[in-house]
Nanobody, 127 residues
Framework: QVQLVESGGGLVQAGGSLRLSCAAS????????MGWFRQAPGKEREFVAA????????AHADSVKGRFTISRDNAKNTVYLQMNSLKPEDTAVYYC????????????????????WGQGTQVTVSS
């Protein structure tokens, strides 16, 4: 079982930056693939970024590629989402997710692929 707690959300002006963190409980964090998703009001939850257990492979949604970067620190049981050049359309609740997986190359990009979810953190980008 993994418990996930997101932090780092807030209100920022367009063009600004935020770094989200997701702290995981448990001693086997390094055995989990991790992902970030977001959900705007009235929309479905969508994929943002994902990373393998080792950090050796990552994927980012086209809408955030070049602006957002996922990373992880297994020693700190934490996954990060660095968000730069934020746009109003990035406004959403951001969720981190975990899936037990020792695949070194396969990143998980679907909501159905994850077993554990955090409560979410609100990100609001003003124009």
């Amino acid at each position: 079982q993994v418990q996930l707690v997101e932090s780092g959300g807030g209100l920022v002006q367009a063009g600004g930056s935020l770094r989200l963190s997701c702290a995981a409980s448990g001693r086997t964090f390094s055995s989990y693939a991790m992902g970030w998703f977001r959900q705007a009001p009235g929309k479905e939850r969508e994929f943002v970024a994902a990373i393998t257990w080792s950090g050796g492979n990552r994927a980012h949604a086209d809408s955030v590629k070049g602006r957002f970067t996922i990373s992880r620190d297994n020693a700190k049981n934490t996954v990060y989402l660095q968000m730069n050049s934020l746009k109003p359309e990035d406004t959403a609740v951001y969720y981190c997710a975990a899936k037990f997986s020792l695949h070194s190359t396969v990143v998980v990009t679907t909501t159905e692929g994850y077993d554990y979810w955090g409560q979410g953190t609100q990100v609001t980008v003003s124009s």
